[in-house]
C-alpha cells in the first residue's frame, strides 16, 4: 500500500530521536572526551572534538567493573534460560484450557506485577537469608524471576495458541510420542516467541536494580552492575559512572539490534505470522 | 468379508451434547466407507474419537478384535488425513511425508524410496524439496495424503480431504483416491457432505443423524429406498418428494417418490405447473397434487384445492412436488403422470413398502 507520509512525521521523530539520544549522548561525551573539557568547566563540550580513551582505562584500573559485569551477565542468562524452562511447558498447559479459564489464571500471574517491587522484595530477602541465598547471583536470578515469568508464560501462551490444533493431532497420529511432538514440531514452531521471551526476560534482569539491591546488597564482591552503578553514583565518582553505564548499554544495544525484526507488537501479544 | 474395525456402544458427551449417542458400526476390511451427514452430527467427532485425539465417554473400539479405545493416538496404527491437511509448516513436503516414516524409526534408505514411491504416485515428486507453505492447495492435500498413504497402517481416516479444492482438481483427485484405495486394499472411512464424493466413491455409505447411524448401505440403496423421509430428505441432489395420503385405509400416511420416478404413460396423478424450469436436459416442474388416498393396486390423486387439503403429518410433507419430465408445461396447466414406483411410509415417516408399478 502506498503512503504519502508527510515531512512533519520525520520532524517528529527526530526531535523525539534527541530527546531519547540526548542522556546516551551525554555519557558518550564524559566517558570519552578528557575530563579538563566536561567536569573542568562551566559548559561542557557537546561535540566529542577531543577523544581519549584515558577515562575508560582509568575507571577500570580504579574499581572492578569486571565482576559485577560478569554477576549480572549469569543473573540475566539464569533469569532468562529458568524462565523459558518453566514458561514453556506452563504456556502449553495453559493455552490448553479454555480461554475463559486461561484469561484468569493470566490474570493471576500478574498479580506479582501489580505489588511494587519492594513489597515483594523484603519477605523474599528474609527467606532467602534463610536459604543462605543472600548475596549470590542466584539468589539474585530467582528474585528476579518473578517479574519476567508472567510475561514470558503469556508469550509463550500466545505463540502455543496461534499454532492449529491439529499440528499436534496429527503428529500424535503420525506415530510421535508426547516429547517428540514437542521437540520436534510445537517447539520449531514457536521459536519467535521463545526468542522473545528469552530477550525480554534477559533484558530486563541485565539491569534489574530492586531486588539486586535488597537480595545482594552493596558488597562490592557480590553485587550485580547496577548496584555498584549506584555505589559509584553515591559515593560521586561521576567518570567512573558514566563509563560503567556506557559499557552497560552495550549489550543492550547489540541485542535489539540483532533481534529487532522479532521485537514487534505481533509477537508481544504472542502471535506468530505464518 | 473381515470385520476390521467395530464400534460397540461408543458414547462421546461434551458437556451436555450427546455427540454419539449408542454409535454402533462395523468396518470391512478393504471397504471404503463414506461417513455423510448434515453438519454437526458428529461425523469428525467419529474420527477422532477413533484416532484417539479424543477420549470416549463409554463403549469400546475394537480393531481386528482387540480393544483400542484406551490407546494413545501414536499406539494404534491408524493414519488420519485433516480437513485443513495440518502439515508441518516447519519442514518440507518430503520432510512432511517422512515424519511418520521417522517415528517408525525406519532406516534413512527407506524413507527416502518409499517417500519418492508414493510421491511419485501422487505426482508430487518435483516438489518434494519445497517448504510446505509455498505449495498450492491442490499440492498441500496431495502432500496431506501421501503422508497417510506412505504407512502401512490398518485403517485410514479422511476427514473432508478434498473439501479445499476447487471442483475440477476434486474430480480428478476423487478418482485418483478410489484407484489408490483399490489397488492397495487400504481400509478406507471418509468423512464427507458432499454427496457426490459419497457416490462416486462409497462401497457402503452411513448416513449420520443424532450421533448415530440412520441407514447404512450403497449409495444406490440410500437413493431408492430411504428409510425414512428425513434420508429420503437428506440423500440426493433434490430431496424425495413427500405428498400426505392414506393408504390402505390407514390415515397419516406419507407418499414418497423421486423426481426422475415419473411415468408419463400413465394418469393416476392430476397437478397443477406452479413453475417449470429447465434442467440440464429434462424440464423440472414443480406442481402442487391433492392428498394421496391409496387403494388396493396403486394411489391416485387429483390437484384440489388448498383448502381441501388434510394438515401435513411430517415435516416433511410439502404442498408441492417436484418432477421431471421432457416437454415444457406453462405455469397453471394441469398435468397428468403417474410414477413407476414410490415408498411408503408411516406417520412418524419409517418406511413400510416399497411399491414398484
Same mark, same amino acid.
Given at each position: 500500500?502506498?503512503?504519502?507520509?508527510?515531512?512533519? =512525521? #520525520?520532524?517528529?521523530?527526530?526531535?523525539?530521536?534527541?530527546?531519547?539520544? #540526548?542522556?546516551?549522548?551525554?555519557?558518550?561525551?564524559?566517558?570519552?572526551?578528557?575530563?579538563?573539557?566536561?567536569?573542568?568547566?562551566?559548559?561542557?563540550?557537546?561535540?566529542?572534538?577531543?577523544?581519549?580513551?584515558?577515562?575508560?582505562?582509568?575507571?577500570?584500573?580504579? !574499581?572492578?567493573?569486571?565482576?559485577?559485569?560478569?554477576?549480572?551477565?549469569?543473573?540475566? %542468562?539464569?533469569?532468562?534460560?529458568?524462565?523459558?524452562?518453566?514458561? !514453556?511447558?506452563?504456556?502449553?498447559?495453559?493455552?490448553?484450557?479454555?480461554?475463559?479459564? +486461561?484469561?484468569?489464571?493470566?490474570?493471576?500471574? %500478574? =498479580?506479582?506485577?501489580?505489588?511494587?517491587?519492594?513489597?515483594?522484595?523484603?519477605?523474599?530477602?528474609?527467606?532467602?537469608?534463610?536459604?543462605?541465598?543472600?548475596?549470590?547471583?542466584?539468589?539474585?536470578?530467582?528474585?528476579?524471576?518473578?517479574?519476567?515469568?508472567?510475561?514470558?508464560?503469556?508469550?509463550?501462551?500466545?505463540?502455543?495458541?496461534?499454532?492449529?490444533?491439529?499440528?499436534?493431532?496429527?503428529?500424535?497420529?503420525?506415530?510421535?510420542?508426547?516429547?517428540?511432538?514437542?521437540?520436534?514440531?510445537?517447539?520449531?514452531?514457536?521459536?519467535?516467541?521463545?526468542?522473545?521471551?528469552?530477550?525480554?526476560?534477559?533484558?530486563? +534482569?541485565?539491569?534489574?536494580?530492586?531486588?539486586?539491591?535488597?537480595?545482594?546488597?552493596?558488597?562490592?564482591?557480590?553485587?550485580?552492575?547496577?548496584?555498584?552503578? #549506584?555505589?559509584?553514583?553515591?559515593?560521586?565518582?561521576?567518570?567512573?559512572?558514566?563509563?560503567?553505564?556506557?559499557?552497560?548499554?552495550?549489550?543492550?544495544?547489540?541485542?535489539?539490534?540483532?533481534?529487532?525484526?522479532?521485537?514487534?507488537?505481533?509477537?508481544?501479544?504472542?502471535?506468530?505470522?505464518? | 468379508?473381515? *470385520?476390521?474395525?467395530?464400534?460397540?456402544?461408543?458414547?462421546?458427551?461434551?458437556?451436555?451434547?450427546?455427540?454419539?449417542?449408542?454409535?454402533?458400526?462395523?468396518?470391512?476390511?478393504?471397504?471404503?466407507?463414506?461417513?455423510?451427514?448434515?453438519?454437526?452430527?458428529?461425523?469428525?467427532?467419529?474420527?477422532?474419537?477413533?484416532?484417539?485425539?479424543?477420549?470416549?465417554?463409554?463403549?469400546?473400539?475394537?480393531?481386528?478384535?482387540?480393544?483400542?479405545?484406551?490407546?494413545?493416538?501414536?499406539?494404534?496404527?491408524?493414519?488420519?488425513?485433516?480437513?485443513?491437511?495440518?502439515?508441518?509448516?516447519?519442514?518440507?513436503?518430503? /520432510?512432511?511425508?517422512?515424519?511418520?516414516?521417522?517415528?517408525?524409526?525406519?532406516?534413512?534408505?527407506?524413507?527416502?524410496?518409499?517417500?519418492?514411491?508414493?510421491?511419485?504416485?501422487?505426482?508430487?515428486?518435483?516438489?518434494?524439496?519445497?517448504?510446505?507453505?509455498?505449495?498450492?492447495?491442490? /499440492?498441500?492435500?496431495? *502432500?496431506?495424503?501421501?503422508?497417510?498413504?506412505?504407512? @502401512?497402517? $490398518?485403517?485410514?481416516?479422511? @476427514?473432508?480431504?478434498?473439501?479445499?479444492?476447487?471442483?475440477?482438481?476434486?474430480?480428478?483427485?476423487?478418482?485418483?483416491?478410489?484407484?489408490?484405495?483399490?489397488?492397495?486394499?487400504?481400509?478406507?472411512?471418509?468423512?464427507?457432505?458432499? /454427496?457426490?464424493?459419497?457416490?462416486?466413491?462409497? @462401497?457402503?455409505?452411513?448416513?449420520?443423524?443424532?450421533?448415530?447411524?440412520? /441407514?447404512?448401505?450403497?449409495?444406490?440403496?440410500?437413493?431408492?429406498?430411504? $428409510?425414512?423421509?428425513?434420508?429420503?430428505?437428506?440423500?440426493?441432489?433434490?430431496?424425495?418428494?413427500?405428498?400426505?395420503?392414506?393408504?390402505?385405509?390407514? &390415515?397419516?400416511?406419507?407418499?414418497?417418490?423421486?423426481? &426422475?420416478?415419473?411415468?408419463?404413460?400413465? @394418469?393416476?396423478?392430476?397437478?397443477?405447473?406452479?413453475?417449470?424450469?429447465?434442467?440440464?436436459?429434462?424440464?423440472?416442474?414443480?406442481?402442487?397434487?391433492?392428498?394421496?388416498?391409496?387403494?388396493?393396486?396403486?394411489? &391416485?390423486l387429483d390437484d384440489i384445492d388448498e383448502s381441501e387439503m388434510t394438515q401435513p403429518t411430517n415435516n416433511f410433507v410439502k404442498s408441492s412436488v417436484s418432477i421431471r419430465v421432457s416437454e415444457k408445461y406453462n405455469i397453471g396447466a394441469r398435468i397428468k403422470f403417474g410414477l413407476s414406483k414410490y415408498n411408503v411410509y408411516d406417520s412418524n415417516g419409517n418406511l413400510i413398502e416399497t411399491v414398484?408399478?
Open positions: 500500500m502506498p503512503s504519502k507520509t508527510s515531512p512533519g =512525521i #520525520y520532524v517528529a521523530v527526530l526531535i523525539l530521536a534527541v530527546i531519547f539520544f #540526548y542522556p546516551l549522548w551525554v555519557l558518550i561525551i564524559i566517558a570519552f572526551v578528557p575530563t579538563k573539557y566536561t567536569f573542568g568547566v562551566m559548559y561542557p563540550i557537546q561535540l566529542p572534538l577531543i577523544i581519549t580513551l584515558q577515562n575508560v582505562i582509568n575507571s577500570f584500573r580504579e !574499581v572492578d567493573l569486571v565482576g559485577p559485569m560478569i554477576r549480572s551477565l549469569e543473573v540475566a %542468562f539464569i533469569v532468562g534460560l529458568l524462565a523459558l524452562g518453566l514458561g !514453556v511447558p506452563a504456556g502449553y498447559g495453559i493455552a490448553k484450557l479454555t480461554a475463559r479459564i +486461561s484469561n484468569k489464571l493470566i490474570a493471576f500471574l %500478574f =498479580i506479582i506485577n501489580m505489588m511494587p517491587g519492594l513489597v515483594i522484595a523484603i519477605p523474599i530477602s528474609l527467606y532467602f537469608y534463610s536459604l543462605h541465598l543472600t548475596n549470590t547471583v542466584l539468589g539474585v536470578a530467582l528474585a528476579q524471576e518473578l517479574v519476567v515469568l508472567p510475561l514470558t508464560v503469556f508469550i509463550i501462551m500466545g505463540g502455543f495458541r496461534s499454532l492449529p490444533r491439529d499440528l499436534e493431532n496429527q503428529a500424535r497420529v503420525d506415530g510421535a510420542s508426547l516429547g517428540s511432538t514437542f521437540v520436534r514440531v510445537l517447539i520449531p514452531l514457536i521459536r519467535v516467541p521463545i526468542l522473545v521471551a528469552f530477550i525480554l526476560s534477559w533484558m530486563t +534482569s541485565w539491569d534489574e536494580f530492586t531486588y539486586a539491591f535488597i537480595v545482594a546488597p552493596i558488597v562490592p564482591t557480590h553485587s550485580t552492575f547496577p548496584v555498584t552503578l #549506584y555505589n559509584y553514583v553515591s559515593r560521586n565518582l561521576p567518570l567512573q559512572s558514566a563509563t560503567f553505564a556506557l559499557i552497560a548499554t552495550v549489550p543492550i544495544i547489540i541485542m535489539v539490534a540483532v533481534f529487532q525484526k522479532y521485537l514487534k507488537g505481533q509477537y508481544l501479544s504472542g502471535g506468530l505470522v505464518g | 468379508m473381515n *470385520v476390521k474395525m467395530q464400534y460397540v456402544n461408543v458414547y462421546k458427551y461434551y458437556r451436555n451434547t450427546k455427540v454419539l449417542n449408542k454409535f454402533n458400526l462395523e468396518i470391512y476390511d478393504g471397504e471404503f466407507l463414506v461417513i455423510l451427514g448434515p453438519s454437526g452430527t458428529g461425523k469428525t467427532t467419529l474420527l477422532r474419537v477413533t484416532a484417539g485425539i479424543e477420549d470416549l465417554t463409554a463403549g469400546k473400539i475394537l480393531m481386528e478384535g482387540r480393544d483400542i479405545s484406551k490407546n494413545p493416538p501414536n499406539k494404534r496404527d491408524i493414519a488420519m488425513v485433516f480437513q485443513n491437511y495440518a502439515l508441518y509448516p516447519n519442514m518440507t513436503a518430503f /520432510q512432511n511425508i517422512a515424519f511418520p516414516l521417522k517415528m517408525a524409526k525406519k532406516s534413512k534408505g527407506e524413507i527416502k524410496r518409499k517417500v519418492e514411491e508414493i510421491a511419485e504416485t501422487l505426482k508430487i515428486a518435483e516438489v518434494l524439496q519445497k517448504n510446505v507453505t509455498l505449495l498450492s492447495g491442490g /499440492q498441500k492435500q496431495r *502432500v496431506a495424503l501421501a503422508r497417510a498413504l506412505v504407512r @502401512d497402517p $490398518k485403517i485410514f481416516l479422511l @476427514d473432508e480431504p478434498l473439501s479445499n479444492l476447487d471442483a475440477r482438481v476434486r474430480v480428478v483427485a476423487r478418482s485418483e483416491l478410489k484407484k489408490i484405495q483399490k489397488e492397495l486394499g487400504h481400509t478406507f472411512v471418509y468423512v464427507t457432505h458432499d /454427496q457426490s464424493e459419497a457416490g462416486s466413491l462409497a @462401497d457402503r455409505v452411513a448416513v449420520l443423524r443424532n450421533g448415530g447411524i440412520e /441407514q447404512i448401505g450403497t449409495y444406490e440403496e440410500l437413493l431408492n429406498e430411504p $428409510k425414512s423421509t428425513w434420508v429420503g430428505d437428506f440423500i440426493g441432489d433434490y430431496p424425495m418428494n413427500f405428498t400426505s395420503g392414506e393408504y390402505v385405509g390407514r &390415515s397419516g400416511t406419507i407418499i414418497g417418490f423421486r423426481d &426422475s420416478w415419473v411415468n408419463m404413460d400413465s @394418469d393416476t396423478l392430476t397437478g397443477t405447473v406452479q413453475l417449470c424450469t429447465l434442467g440440464e436436459d429434462t424440464y423440472h416442474v414443480q406442481c402442487r397434487l391433492g392428498n394421496a388416498a391409496v387403494a388396493e393396486g396403486g394411489f &391416485s414398484k408399478n
